[in-house]
C-alpha cells in the first residue's frame, strides 16, 4: 500500500497510462489546439538578422536606428528598402544580407511595412485629403497640433504619430472622454504681481519658477516671487465632443489621413497664416 492511500501500489501504474491515453485522445480530438498559431512572413527572418540591433519592434537601440517611425525609412519604397537590406549602406553599421533570399528580402520589407503600421493603409475607411481638410479645418486639429511643420504648438506634433498604431485605436484615441492631461500639458492662468494675465500650458515648474506656453509659440519663464495667483485649469485641452462634432465618414477620413502622414500628397500647400 502507498502511504496514506488506500490502494496498492501496483495499481498506480496503470491508472497513470489511463489518463495519460484520455489526455492524448483528447488532443486527438481537438487538433486545432495542438496547432501553432500561423507564422507572420518575415517575422522570424527580422527576429534572427534585425531585431538584435534594431530592436523587436523596430524602434531602434544604441547599436542602430529606429526603422519603424522613422519619416526617412518610411518614405522609401519597397524597393529601396530590399535594395538596402541585400547591399547594406556604406560607411554605416548597416551591413549587406546577400545571402538571403527575394522571398525572404520580400519577407522583411513586408514585416517592416506592418511594423510601421501601414499593412491595413490600402484597406482604411476614409479619404486622406479630405481629412487633412478637417485636420486644419472643422476638426480644429491644427489649432494646437501640427504636422509636417504645419499647425500649433501646444499639444504633441502628430507628424508621423500613428505610425505603428492602428485605425481603431486613433480613432478611439480622438473619441476619448475623460481625458487626463500628461505632465507638460496642464493648463493655467497665471497673474504675476504687476498684473498680467498669461493663459497656456505649464511646460516645467520647480519650486522657484514656472514655465508656460502660450497658444503663440512663445515662453514664459516666470519666478514664484513675481507670481500672484496661479489657476490651474482641470481636464486636457484636447475636444471630448468629436463624435458629436464628426460625422462617422469625418472621422473615417481624419483616421485616414493621421495614418497617412506625412505623406506630402495630404498635406494641404497654403499660406502659413491660413492655418491660424
Known amino acids: 500500500?502507498?502511504?496514506?492511500?488506500?490502494?496498492?501500489?501496483?495499481?498506480?501504474?496503470?491508472?497513470?497510462?489511463?489518463?495519460?491515453?484520455?489526455?492524448?485522445?483528447?488532443?486527438?480530438?481537438?487538433?486545432?489546439?495542438?496547432?501553432?498559431?500561423?507564422?507572420?512572413?518575415?517575422?522570424?527572418?527580422?527576429?534572427?538578422?534585425?531585431?538584435?540591433?534594431?530592436?523587436?519592434?523596430?524602434?531602434?537601440?544604441?547599436?542602430?536606428?529606429?526603422?519603424?517611425?522613422?519619416?526617412?525609412?518610411?518614405?522609401?519604397?519597397?524597393?529601396?528598402?530590399?535594395?538596402?537590406?541585400?547591399?547594406?549602406?556604406?560607411?554605416?553599421?548597416?551591413?549587406?544580407?546577400?545571402?538571403?533570399?527575394?522571398a525572404q528580402v520580400r519577407g522583411l520589407v513586408g514585416y517592416l511595412r506592418s511594423l510601421q503600421g501601414k499593412g491595413e493603409a490600402g484597406t482604411l475607411p476614409g479619404d486622406a485629403k479630405r481629412g487633412a481638410g478637417i485636420f486644419f479645418g472643422k476638426g480644429g486639429c491644427s489649432s494646437c497640433h501640427a504636422v509636417a511643420g504645419k499647425g500649433g504648438f501646444l499639444a504633441p506634433d502628430l507628424t508621423g504619430y500613428a505610425a505603428t498604431a492602428s485605425a481603431e485605436g486613433v480613432r478611439d484615441e480622438i473619441l476619448r472622454s475623460p481625458r487626463v492631461p500628461a505632465q507638460g500639458?496642464?493648463?493655467?492662468?497665471?497673474?504675476?504681481?504687476?498684473?498680467?494675465?498669461?493663459?497656456?500650458?505649464?511646460?516645467?515648474?520647480?519650486?522657484?519658477?514656472?514655465?508656460?506656453?502660450?497658444?503663440?509659440?512663445?515662453?514664459?519663464?516666470?519666478?514664484?516671487?513675481?507670481?500672484?495667483?496661479?489657476?490651474?485649469?482641470e481636464g486636457s485641452l484636447m475636444p471630448t465632443d468629436y463624435r458629436e462634432k464628426l460625422s462617422d465618414a469625418e472621422l473615417d477620413d481624419l483616421v485616414n489621413y493621421l495614418m497617412n502622414t506625412p505623406n506630402p500628397n495630404t498635406i494641404p500647400t497654403k499660406h502659413k497664416d491660413d492655418w491660424e
Open 185 to 233: 500639458y496642464r493648463a493655467a492662468i497665471v497673474t504675476t504681481t504687476q498684473g498680467e494675465h498669461i493663459e497656456g500650458l505649464i511646460r516645467n515648474e520647480d519650486n522657484f519658477s514656472i514655465q508656460l506656453q502660450t497658444a503663440d509659440g512663445s515662453f514664459h519663464f516666470l519666478r514664484k516671487s513675481d507670481v500672484q495667483s496661479c489657476e490651474r485649469r
Open 1 to 102: 500500500m502507498l502511504p496514506g492511500h488506500g490502494f496498492p501500489r501496483s495499481s498506480v501504474i496503470p491508472a497513470i497510462l489511463l489518463v495519460s491515453l484520455l489526455c492524448l485522445s483528447q488532443v486527438k480530438q481537438n487538433p486545432s489546439s495542438a496547432q501553432p498559431k500561423a507564422a507572420v512572413p518575415g517575422r522570424s527572418t527580422f527576429n534572427s538578422v534585425c531585431a538584435a540591433c534594431h530592436g523587436l519592434d523596430g524602434r531602434g537601440s544604441d547599436k542602430a536606428v529606429d526603422i519603424t517611425t522613422s519619416a526617412t525609412v518610411r518614405d522609401l519604397s519597397d524597393a529601396q528598402l530590399a535594395s538596402v537590406i541585400s547591399n547594406g549602406v556604406p560607411g554605416t553599421g548597416m551591413p549587406a544580407f546577400r545571402t538571403l533570399s527575394a
